[in-house]
């Protein structure tokens, strides 16, 4: 079986996630370029992806962007941190290409999440398995070379040239596009 790329999806209670999404939220349309969340608003959705990918942008004090993140189809996609305490957003999330995601208001989360201590275990557990994800992420940029990184990445997920421009992926992996063109040709 093929890992996901968001390694956390392997632990969480998947299902519990897509139901409520797909049964409590609304199908909607993302344009490439537009924004599921951003730079300082609050998160209105938690989404399931059914088709289409995002991306996860922090932008610097002189504009520019920085993808920390990626998420594909049958994923997940929200302001995590912030959603859990309604505050503004650190990251934009921005459709890479045409989407469309069932989403569910944030607001309807955090009430069964009230009403239901099985599913506040499900977002506890998730949290959790978030973190693990990222932590796992920035220990990776010190103790791996650029060239290590892109190796990791481009086994695991062959196709990943398919689905995000260069720019985003050498974004992701804090290289510059002419680096990781280097890297592709098999040059360092």
């Given at each position: 079986?093929?890992?996901?790329?968001n390694?956390?999806?392997?632990?969480?209670?998947?299902?519990?996630?897509?139901?409520?999404?797909?049964?409590?939220?609304?199908?909607?349309?993302?344009?490439k370029?537009?924004?599921?969340?951003?730079?300082?608003?609050?998160?209105?959705?938690?989404?399931?992806i059914?088709?289409?990918t995002?991306?996860?942008?922090?932008?610097?004090?002189?504009?520019?962007?920085?993808?920390?993140?990626?998420?594909?189809?049958?994923?997940?996609?929200?302001?995590?941190?912030?959603?859990?305490?309604?505050?503004?957003?650190?990251?934009?999330?921005?459709?890479?290409s045409?989407?469309?995601?069932?989403?569910?208001?944030?607001?309807?989360?955090?009430?069964?999440?009230?009403?239901?201590?099985?599913?506040?275990?499900?977002?506890?557990?998730?949290?959790?398995?978030?973190?693990?994800?990222?932590?796992?992420?920035?220990?990776?940029?010190?103790?791996?070379?650029?060239?290590?990184?892109?190796?990791?990445?481009?086994?695991?997920?062959?196709?990943?040239?398919?689905?995000?421009?260069?720019?985003?992926?050498a974004?992701?992996?804090?290289?510059?596009?002419?680096?990781?063109?280097?890297?592709?040709?098999?040059?360092?």
């Amino acid at each position: 079986m093929k890992e996901n790329f968001n390694t956390y999806i392997d632990q969480i209670d998947f299902e519990a996630w897509r139901e409520i999404c797909v049964s409590k939220g609304k199908l909607r349309h993302f344009a490439k370029g537009e924004e599921f969340v951003s730079i300082g608003k609050i998160g209105r959705y938690i989404g399931f992806i059914q088709s289409g990918t995002l991306k996860y942008v922090a932008r610097s004090a002189d504009g520019t962007e920085h993808v920390m993140g990626l998420v594909f189809r049958d994923g997940f996609v929200a302001d995590w941190h912030h959603f859990q305490y309604g505050q503004n957003a650190t990251v934009a999330i921005v459709a890479a290409s045409d989407c469309e995601i069932y989403c569910v208001p944030v607001k309807e989360v955090k009430e069964i999440m009230a009403s239901d201590p099985l599913f506040n275990n499900v977002v506890m557990h998730t949290t959790v398995a978030v973190y693990g994800t990222i932590y796992d992420r920035y220990v990776d940029l010190y103790v791996k070379t650029p060239q290590q990184r892109y190796e990791d990445l481009i086994n695991r997920h062959p196709d990943l040239f398919d689905f995000f421009s260069l720019k985003d992926i050498a974004s992701f992996l804090k290289i510059t596009p002419t680096h990781l063109s280097r890297l592709r040709k098999g040059k360092k």
